[in-house]
C-alpha cells in the first residue's frame, strides 16, 4: 500500500507545473451568499451572545480579513415570528466563491 501512495505521489510531482490544466473562470467563481439561522432557546440569549462572541465571530474575522468571506451581516427580527418561521437570529455571510465556503486548504489551522 504504501508503495503504490509513493509510487502515484512521484508521479504527480513528476508532471510539470506547466502541464496541468487551468481553471477557467466561470459562473461557479462568483460570490455565493448563504444564510444561518438560529433559534435560542428562551432566557438564553446572554448565554448565546457571549458564546457566539466568543467562538464564532472571531473565525469569521480571520476568514474575512484573509479573504475567504467578503460580507458578514447578522439579523434580529423586530417581532417575534410565529411557530415554524420563527427565528432569532440571521447570519448573511458572502463568501468569495463556492469553494471558499465550503473547504479551503490554505485555511487549514493547525
Do not use: C
Not at 4 to 28: C, F, M, N, W, Y
Not at 33 to 43: A, D, L, Q, S
Amino acid at each position: 500500500m504504501r508503495i503504490r501512495i509513493a509510487a502515484i505521489g512521484l508521479a504527480l510531482a513528476a508532471v510539470p507545473l506547466d502541464a496541468q490544466p487551468k481553471p477557467a473562470v466561470t459562473a461557479a467563481a462568483r460570490p455565493l451568499t448563504v444564510e444561518y439561522y438560529y433559534r435560542i432557546t428562551w432566557g438564553s440569549a446572554g448565554e448565546f451572545d457571549r458564546l457566539y462572541a466568543r467562538n464564532h465571530a472571531p473565525l469569521f474575522a480571520e476568514m474575512k480579513r484573509l479573504g475567504f468571506i467578503r460580507r458578514i451581516e447578522t439579523e434580529i427580527p423586530f417581532t417575534h415570528m410565529a411557530g415554524g418561521e420563527r427565528w432569532d437570529l440571521r447570519v448573511t455571510i458572502t463568501y468569495r466563491d463556492p469553494a471558499a465556503a465550503i473547504d479551503d486548504p490554505a485555511f487549514k489551522r493547525a
